[in-house]
């Protein structure tokens, strides 16, 4: 039994010192792997060729295109469409739309353009009428008038002096015959006296020489009448006739006047209301005529939806009995063999960009084929669709107008544009994850001989995500520290974010309570436990699979940019107050 209990305690010893003997191997092992991952740290700064360059990826589109749109008013039925990929000539049908509607109301329409031309020729005749109807007025008028004047004149002139000559000749004749009565009266009372004439023939002289004296009165009372009242009265009369036939006349010019204006405008109306009418007509017509989209010149039929294809819009493909809208655009139609590539740049690489920079592009379908072009377009506002998809996420549509042979491109291919920035064939560089900034400052973190790494500012100039180009503070073969400290680079960020501000005293300011119905201590207490999740806790919107799907594929996509922006965001986010333009896909995070 003892020899068996020595054999155990030689065998644990034995095992002992294996195991410390491995140990020690084991630490040597680490030790040299961390001298090594020291060594790792540091970085040569490196001088050669540097090309600064930017990625981006785009979709390649024709350069001159003609849009179809439709341009039948509300919205129509496609009765036939010529199929997709179809290599037209100028003048051959592409879309035929319904145009029974507007085939009714042409028929109709006409109708009503017949009423309208028979009311304006109704309207024509009635102003010659009308014109003629006044000149006859008007012309009888001035011969009343004419008339009166003249009936004046003739009355002053003729009439009145006649008439008085007359009444002087009947006084004078009068005045004769009784001086010849008196003297035959003188003559008979004589012969009376001396018995010649019986009494009889003396009163018969008597009765003579009365009868001139009541003639010559009677003249001379006709005179009398004519000059004191007859003629007064006359001349008022006539001259009234003449007042009144001036009146007449301005009123009969007046009224005719306003007739023919009245005809006149009602012809006016008449003609305008034929003129819209026709116009009507004619756009009726020309509906008809716009029913059948020919194509104005030579090219490949795209449908715009395929074109325009967006999960969002969710619209159907362009097919034979779809509705369309009025300048609904239905087919693009490229005129030309060359293309331009529409770029998604991103906001962070705005100022390195700018017109015309070379561009080397590359084609997912065309591998191996390397395109070139220039920038010549860079949108001044960022896409909507992107702000749509994430509002944080801002690109800007940029035109890149190809060069050179483009043989084998196709609308609607994808792309990876290069955008040539900078290009030095001898440049000094280090990595960007190796420069911090302290204060704007660029700062490297330095080898030095006498142990840590020393801080040194440096003139940096562009960089393309992976290496920045250094214009001074660094001599080739020194080593920087691929990354520096994360204690040094915290402390720098949080000097950097230090501002001075004045912070105002609190005020408290008493506000009346809400009127609350009895369970809304209950409901809010349930909505805070159900909806917050606890205090500082940001709540998060529901998703449908489709959407968290949609979310994590677009997550796996993002760039390394994309990335750290958004942790940018997050970090300066607080933390339970979700922003205003908050949605479902850009809040929960990747794999829920």
């Known amino acids: 039994m003892a020899k068996k209990s020595r054999k155990w305690l030689w065998i644990l010893w034995l095992l002992l010192l294996a195991g410390l003997v491995l140990a020690w191997l084991a630490l040597e092992r680490s030790q040299k792997q ?5 060594e790792e740290l540091y970085i040569e700064v490196q001088e050669g060729p540097l090309v600064i360059n930017l990625l981006e ?8 295109q003609l849009i179809i749109k439709s341009e039948v008013e509300g919205r129509s039925t496609i009765l036939s469409l010529i199929p997709e990929g179809t290599r037209v000539s100028k003048g051959d049908l592409l879309v035929e739309l319904d145009a029974s509607s507007a085939q009714d109301n042409k028929v109709n329409q006409e109708i009503t353009v017949q009423n309208a031309n028979a009311s304006f020729v109704e309207s024509s005749e009635n102003l010659e009428v009308v014109k003629n109807q006044a000149k006859a007025d008007t012309d009888l008028a001035e011969l009343n008038l004419k008339f009166a004047i003249e009936d004046l004149r003739k009355y002053k002139e003729g009439e009145y002096p006649k008439t008085v000559k007359e009444y002087q000749g009947k006084i004078f004749l009068a005045e004769e015959e009784l001086q010849q009565a008196q003297d035959e009266l003188k003559w008979s009372e004589t012969l009376y006296q001396e018995k010649y004439l019986s009494e009889t023939e003396l009163r018969s002289d008597q009765l003579a020489c009365q009868r001139c004296e009541l003639a010559l009165q009677t003249a001379k009372a006709n005179l009398e009448l004519l000059e004191n009242y007859t003629y007064k009265r006359q001349i008022d009369e006539l001259e009234s006739d003449v007042s009144q036939s001036q009146m007449a ?3 009969i010019r007046r009224s005719t006047r306003a007739k023919v204006v009245q005809a006149e405008a009602q012809l006016l109306a008449r003609e305008l209301e034929l003129n819209r009418q026709k116009q009507r007509l004619e756009k009726f017509i020309r509906q008809i005529q716009l029913s059948k989209i020919f194509a104005p010149a030579d090219g ?3 449908y715009a939806t395929s074109a325009r294809s967006d999960w969002r819009r969710n619209t159907a493909p362009l097919a034979e009995g779809q509705e369309v809208h ?5 087919i693009y139609l490229p005129t030309a063999n060359t293309f331009v590539a529409e770029v998604k740049l991103h906001e962070t690489n705005l100022k390195k960009t700018y017109l015309n920079l070379p561009v080397r592009l590359r084609v997912d379908a065309l591998p191996g084929q390397i395109f070139t072009g220039k920038i010549s377009r860079i949108a001044p506002l960022p896409d909507p669709h992107s702000i749509f998809m994430n509002p944080d996420l801002k690109v800007y549509n940029t035109l890149v107008t190809l060069e050179g042979d483009t043989t084998g491109l196709k609308s609607g291919m994808n792309c990876e544009a ?3 920035v900078e290009q030095h064939d001898k440049a000094m560089y280090i ?3 190796s420069v911090l900034r302290a204060s704007g400052t660029p700062i490297v973190f330095v080898q030095s001989a006498q142990g840590p790494a020393v801080k040194r500012e440096v003139q940096i100039g562009q960089d393309n995500n992976r290496m920045v180009h250094i214009l001074g503070g660094l001599k080739t073969g020194e080593k920087v520290l691929l990354a520096p400290p994360l204690q040094e680079a915290v402390s720098m960020r949080s000097q950097d974010e230090v501002l001075e501000v004045s912070i105002p005293a609190r005020q408290e300011v008493a506000e009346p309570a809400p009127d609350k119905p009895a369970n809304s201590e209950d409901n809010s207490s349930e909505n805070s436990g159900e909806n917050s999740g606890g205090r500082g806790r940001r709540q998060r919107p529901n998703l449908t699979p489709e959407q968290r799907q949609q979310l994590q594929e677009r997550m796996a996509n993002m760039s390394e940019e994309e990335r750290a922006a958004m942790r940018q965001r997050r970090q300066r986010r607080p933390e339970g107050v979700p ?12 794999g829920k």
């Open 57 to 64: 990826s785009g979709t390649i589109k024709p350069r001159e």
């Open 326 to 330: 009025e300048r609904q655009e239905l």
């Open 34 to 38: 961390n001298a090594s991952s020291a």
């Open 579 to 590: 922003t205003a333009s908050q949605t479902p896909a850009q809040e929960p995070a990747p």
């Open 249 to 251: 006349l301005e009123r």
């Open 300 to 302: 490949l039929v795209i």
């Open 431 to 433: 990595p960007v994850q």
């Open 418 to 420: 290069e955008i040539i």
